[in-house]
């Protein structure tokens, strides 16, 4: 993101100007969250309406983000709970969302982001996806995202949580990270 729009999204925010805010970080950070998203869910269907839910709370939560974190990580959080509540419904049980300015601008972000030039088909991908989808969110989130682990640990817990809490998580993440990838080595290892 470059100072001009950082300057620019901060000032929306400083104005309570929710839809100006909501528009800068679904263009800006939309891209990434749709990859993340597809990486996470089982369908490009699925990352969509994550993506999509995800915009919609994000223009309704920016009222009570306090600033503890970067928006992105606030981004990051929100999808996290949009890929959840995709695990929990019904197939094709699909939401009408109720702001327009949200949605409009995340069916542009969408309709530009191509999730098959997204992934990489590569050995490592596909052994990735053996693993379990907590694991994958924390690889995704630390290794192609480059998130802090306070701000990963924030991803997973979600907003609330305390600040202790939060560094005791983020120790625990680092060493789940480790495991993991030997784990990873150990599945590189098998398909040699």
């Known amino acids: 993101m470059t100072t001009a729009a950082t300057d620019e999204l901060e000032q ?16 800006t950070y939309g891209p990434e969250l749709v990859g ?35 928006l992105r990580t606030w981004c990051y959080m929100l999808a996290r709970q949009a890929a959840a509540r995709i695990h ?25 982001t191509r ?3 997204q992934r990489r088909e590569s050995r490592y991908a596909e052994i990735r996806r ?3 989808e907590e694991d994958q969110a924390l690889l995704v989130l630390r290794v192609d995202r480059d998130l802090s682990w306070r701000d990963i640990a924030l991803v997973l817990a979600g907003e609330g949580t305390p600040d202790d809490e939060l560094d005791r998580r983020a120790v ?5 990270f480790q495991r993991i ?4 080595r150990a599945m590189a290892g098998r398909t040699d």
């Open 36 to 70: 993340w998203l597809a990486a996470i869910l089982p369908s490009d269907e699925d990352a969509y309406d994550a993506f999509s839910w995800l915009s919609e709370e994000l223009w309704r939560s920016l009222a009570r983000f306090d600033r503890r974190c970067s």
């Open 172 to 176: 625990a993440l680092r060493k789940q």
């Open 88 to 112: 929990a419904q019904p197939r094709r049980a699909h939401e009408e969302l109720v702001s327009s300015v949200p949605s409009s601008i995340a069916a542009q972000v969408i309709s530009t």
């Open 130 to 132: 053996e693993l379990p």
């Open 181 to 184: 990838k030997d784990q990873l």
């Open 12 to 27: 929306a925010l400083d104005r309570g100007d929710t839809d100006r805010a909501t528009e800068l970080a679904i263009r």
């Open 115 to 117: 999730l098959d030039a």
